[in-house]
């Protein structure tokens, strides 16, 4: 399993229609082959920094994700809110305390 982070900082005022098109299609990229778990969070209080923090079988199902329809269509919508270039890490689970 993979974990993918995602940084983004959007315009103030194109918030709202930033979590507007997330309310669309959390639950498609959710349901998307390999996804096992996607959440979104929001920065400090009053900033336009959300992350999106996401649970991938492995690199392969998020590259097809990535090479979908859904992720295109998605992406060029929400890219041109933004305020400063997207920050993305891909990383391995090293150790887990519940």
Known sequence: MI???V??????EDITHFLAL?????EQIRDFEGC????LL??????GIFFTHSYWKDTQALE???NSTL???????TKVLFNEKPEAWIVEKFVTLH
């Open 71 to 77: 992720f295109k269509t998605t992406w060029a919508k």
């Open 22 to 26: 997330f309310d669309q299609v959390k």
């Open 7 to 12: 940084k983004m900082e959007f315009k103030l």
């Open 3 to 5: 974990v993918r982070l």
């Open 64 to 66: 097809s994700y990535r």
């Open 42 to 47: 929001h920065g400090e209080k009053d900033t």
């Open 36 to 39: 096992e778990f996607l959440e």
